[in-house]
């Protein structure tokens, strides 16, 4: 169980062939899972498009967890557009293999991490078929994450390949929606939502990223995307609401220069703080 506390070659080659089974898509029994050896707990992050913030809210969560004193990985599912080297300051690092497996690379903040990105250059296509990209996933999350109490996935938008790869193969202890609050991104979410609840997949809870924003010179507070509609949803369909991540100019700069707002101690990485003690405490009750 989680006890949160206060811490004192540049073309990738294709992937061998997969071990293991595939479950259905949808509705029919899954392959059972396979759990990894030393991690506790793998948590997905994930929205039904693109653009909402999902990689940004990753890496900031996985930093929130190191925090509150858990040790925490994180894995850049998302294949065909990694971006979790930029925001983890690892861009040009590249992973090491010992005993058959990767080793995750280190990073400043003491959260390893990997990603397709560690294997091509910066910019490359990703051109592969959803078997490919499958195999590819699964070499990532076998890697030797060691005693970690927390695996962060971020996936890709949608609900493609990859995610029923995922969730056949190394089931996640539950998912996190991120969605901002205007109503197209919500109907995605929703999407999202259903795949995790066909997939018996339990839903950890939505989180409303760029929400409201406040002006550097007069501090007024717009709502240019909407106000409180993944709260709304969430209450709706009944599902626990995490919190909300502002629309800041502080978290862009600070992501592109590779320095995740979490990593310091403003309003922003508070923010993510308390989100991450949110899951935890979620985490804790499933035991």
């Not at 999902?54 to 925090?67: I, R």
């Not at 790869?165 to 998912?175: D, E, T, V, Y």
Request: charged letters at 15%; a neutral charge; glycine letters at 12%.
């Amino acid at each position: 169980i989680l006890t949160a506390h206060k811490a004192a070659s540049s073309k990738p080659a294709p992937p061998p062939a997969a071990r293991h089974g595939h479950g259905h898509a949808h509705g029919g029994p899954a392959a059972k899972p396979m759990l990894l050896p030393d991690v506790k707990f793998i948590v997905a992050v994930a929205s039904g498009k693109g653009g909402v913030g999902k990689s940004t809210t990753s890496c900031n969560l996985a930093l929130g967890f190191a925090a509150i004193g858990l040790k925490a990985g994180i894995l850049d599912a998302d294949i065909y557009g990694p971006s979790q080297p930029r925001l983890m300051a690892t861009e040009g690092a590249r992973p090491t293999a010992k005993d058959g497996k990767l080793e995750p690379v280190a990073t400043r903040f003491g959260v390893p991490m990997l990603s397709i990105g560690h294997l091509v250059k910066p910019g490359q296509a990703i051109a592969w078929r959803g078997p490919m990209a499958g195999n590819a996933l699964g070499q990532l999350i076998d890697a030797d994450w060691g005693d970690a109490d927390l695996l962060i996935v971020d996936l890709p938008p949608g609900t493609g390949d990859v995610q029923l790869s995922m969730i056949s193969k190394h089931k996640p202890a539950g998912a996190v929606i991120v969605s901002t609050p205007q109503d197209l991104a919500l109907i995605d979410a929703t999407r999202a939502i259903d795949l995790f609840d066909q997939s018996q997949v339990p839903i950890i809870g939505l989180v409303e990223n760029m929400a409201g924003y406040a002006c550097p010179h007069c501090g007024e507070v717009s709502d240019p995307f909407g106000n409180g509609g993944a709260e709304a949803a969430a209450r709706a369909m009944g599902r626990p609401f995490l919190g909300r991540i502002p629309l800041d100019a502080a978290i862009r700069v600070a992501s592109d220069a590779g320095d995740p707002p979490a990593a310091g101690t403003g309003p922003q990485a508070a923010a993510f703080e308390a989100i991450a003690v949110k899951i935890t405490e979620w985490l804790e009750m499933r035991g």
